[in-house]
């Protein structure tokens, strides 16, 4: 057994209250998200057990997920949805919660404002009762979504009851081709791995193409992580992790920070250290991705053909009624498939880079008619460098609006439902049956992707646009 | 919150031979919406079992009254997706206690675990008899038993033994959670809490 230590190791063993015998360890959290849908009924148990939440101010509330994305000034339509955000904004009251609701200017979605606030940092553990929690690990930070029994151990304890998972790595090499953006290196791995082929591990992403990633960049694929079954993702944190974190309203200052960053350039994964499992990748197989199917691991290169029953891992009944429900044929190809809506946003790929990443295919072109498309940024902050970077003047040149923040179209439980039926290209996480809403064929695709559907109506390759702005 | 103790389940099962059947299948997103933990089960597989009308789908396992039980028994990878504690709540709601399959999603087998509903986790070679005895025979009972962690077709005596971590099992024994515990040790969390920087 060697002696090295794993990034992971590091900040796990770091937070182990107690270890039980042939079970679980107690293990610390130091950053708790909660949102409207999943607290509400961890709230009532503590309540109903008589207990105060242990650590309010490692606690922060943010309404996201059944938020309408226009007209946020007035009161929520949905009775349901407006007493979900009542109870949240109550609990979180009663409990001295920082609370940041519709109108806030921090509100947002609850993985896109934790690390545009420091709440998240390197080495810490950061949990919410949602599972793209994942997305925080691109600080360095042990983070995974929980249920809502979990909510309530946290709520009650500020502890949570785990077994540390096996450990993977999974390295990447080389450099990444033209229009290759992080949202295709996930879904490339995951077309590789499967969309269980994680599940038991806690991933770290390794080697060249993850240094040179922005964090927005990384925060798109530690995201991803769950949807190959993984727990969580996490990148070393480098000096690109300390100066985005620096200075940032909820990051440690002055001598805190000093003992911080002490800690926090321990954490690397050790040279030597052994995982449970390793693969390895090349950067240069990686094109523009977009998927075809009904689970995220069902993905290909944008200029291939959908793969055979015969020639896929999974029983081929599975298969067969996921392109049945697409209303897709083995051996089609992607390229030139009509589509009806463009979603760009999301926890995924609602940041400042992914609006600049679409605006710079849009731009002196028009959105197609027969395209309908949302756009909604990741929080309000994403929305106000939108204005001040003139993107939103780009945006609305070529025919599209910006809406306001949440997690929309991503999980459909707002109005914004892709209508039964219709394709949505979508730069966000699932494209399960009925997830963008009940029918909804959803084909996820980079914001590269996206954009290029959204001004042609079809499934286009962005070089082939890029191109054509490189020789305009 | 506490739930009922966990023993030897015997009871028919309720079969879905279907791959990778994710969260927001047995529970779609626009149903979670509600602040207490009822009536889940109404929703449990809301778009596969009924048409956009309400009108039940006649070809899903849910609507066919030759299969009922307390075990529901799912493809490979059973749970994939979202964190929703709810689609643990939908499947016990419906009455189910126990979900077996050759392969589990890890939040969704921590949240069954969490509130009560076993999951099973058996062989591909043992689930594939599974599904073919209760295709033979919908009524044939199988019995699940926490103590021995065993499940054993009963007619044929054909049977496979399975995995839990012992504090897990003591819990489902007991119908005990997780608070009660770390509630007991309040005082070691404190004093841990007061040496972390952050």
Redesign the interface.
């Given at each position: 057994m060697s002696t090295k230590r794993t990034l992971f190791d590091k900040v796990w063993d770091s937070h182990v209250?107690?270890h039980?015998?042939?079970?679980?360890d107690?293990l610390?959290i130091?950053?708790h998200m909660v949102h409207e849908?999943?607290s509400?009924?961890a709230f009532?148990?503590i309540k109903?057990?008589g207990?105060k939440v242990?650590?309010p101010e490692k606690t922060f509330a943010t309404a996201d997920?059944?938020t309408p994305t226009i007209n946020q000034h007035l009161p929520v339509q949905?009775p349901?949805?407006a007493?979900?955000l009542k109870?949240l904004e109550e609990n979180a009251n009663a409990h001295g919660i920082s609370y940041w609701g519709l109108g806030h200017e921090k509100n947002g979605i609850v993985h896109v404002v934790g690390p545009e606030y420091g709440i998240t940092?390197p080495g810490?553990t950061i949990v919410c009762?949602?599972?793209h929690?994942s997305t925080h690990g691109a600080f360095g930070a042990i983070a995974f979504?929980?249920?809502?029994?979990?909510v309530?151990?946290v709520l009650?304890?500020?502890?949570?009851?785990?077994?540390k998972?096996k450990s993977m790595r999974i390295n990447i090499e080389g450099t990444l081709s033209k229009a290759v953006t992080p949202k295709d290196v996930a879904l490339y791995i995951i077309s590789q791995l499967t969309?269980?082929g994680a599940?038991?591990y806690f991933v770290e992403y390794a080697g060249e193409v993850f240094r040179n990633m922005s964090m927005e960049g990384r925060m798109t694929v530690c995201n991803l992580s769950?949807e190959m079954?993984a727990?969580g993702g996490m990148i070393a944190p480098d000096e690109k992790t300390f100066d985005y974190v620096k200075g940032r309203e909820f990051a440690?200052k002055g001598d805190?920070w000093d003992?911080?960053m002490a800690?926090w350039k321990t954490l690397p994964t050790e040279d030597g250290a052994e995982f449970d499992k390793e693969v390895t990748f090349d950067a240069a197989n990686i094109e523009p991705m977009i998927t075809y199917g009904t689970?995220p691991g069902m993905g290909i290169g944008i200029s291939n053909g959908i793969p055979d029953a015969e020639s896929v891992e999974?029983?081929v009944?599975?298969y067969k009624?996921s392109l049945q429900y697409m209303d897709f044929s083995e051996g089609d190809s992607m390229m030139g498939k009509k589509i009806d809506y463009v979603f760009l946003g999301s926890c995924t790929n609602g940041r400042i880079e992914d609006f600049r990443a679409f605006a710079s295919i849009i731009k002196g072109r028009k959105k197609a008619d027969n395209v309908t498309a949302w756009l909604v940024p990741g929080s309000h902050k994403v929305e106000t460098a939108i204005k001040e970077e003139g993107i939103l003047d780009i945006l609305n040149e070529a025919g599209f609006e910006l809406r306001e923040p949440g997690c929309s179209a991503c999980?459909?439980?707002n109005e914004d439902k892709i209508p039964?039926g219709k394709y949505a290209v979508s730069t966000s996480n699932?494209n399960?049956?009925?997830?963008q809403g009940?029918?909804a064929r959803t084909l996820l695709a980079s914001p590269l992707v996206a954009a290029a559907a959204a001004v042609t109506g079809k499934v286009t390759d962005p070089r082939e646009l890029m191109e054509e702005i490189l020789a305009g | 919150m506490a739930y009922d103790k966990f023993n030897i389940l015997t009871t028919s099962g309720v079969p879905l031979p279907i791959e990778n059947v994710d969260t927001d299948q047995i529970i779609p997103a626009r149903f979670l919406k509600a602040t207490e933990r009822k009536g889940f089960g109404d929703n449990l597989f809301r778009d596969w079992r009924y048409n956009s009308d309400d009108s039940p789908k006649k070809d899903f396992v849910l609507n066919n009254p030759k299969y009922s039980g307390r075990i529901l028994v799912g493809g490979k990878n059973f749970g994939s997706g979202s964190s929703r504690e709810h689609a643990a709540w939908a499947i016990y709601d419906y009455g189910f206690r126990c979900v077996v399959s050759s392969f589990f999603a890890d939040i969704f087998r921590n949240n069954c675990l969490n509130i009560g509903v076993l999951p099973v986790q058996v062989s591909p070679e043992f689930l594939e008899k599974i599904f073919l005895a209760i295709e033979a025979d919908p009524t044939t009972q199988i019995e699940v038993n926490l103590p021995e962690q065993t499940i054993t077709i009963l007619e044929s005596g054909e049977h496979e033994s399975f995995d839990i971590n012992v504090y897990k099992k003591a819990n489902m024994l007991n119908g005990f959670d997780d608070i009660d515990y770390l509630l007991n040790i309040k005082e070691q969390i404190q004093e841990f809490a007061a040496n972390r920087p952050l």
């Open positions: 209250v107690q039980i015998e042939n079970g679980p107690v610390f130091d950053r849908v999943t509400p009924v009532l148990g109903n057990r207990i242990m650590h997920h059944n949905d349901l949805s007493n979900q109870a940092l810490a009762g949602d599972s929690t979504g929980i249920g809502t029994s979990e309530e151990m009650a304890t500020q502890c949570i009851m785990q077994t998972p969309t269980s599940t038991g769950i079954g727990r440690p805190d003992k911080a800690f689970n999974g029983g009944a599975t009624k999980l459909a439980m039964a699932r399960f049956e009925g997830r009940p029918g | -």
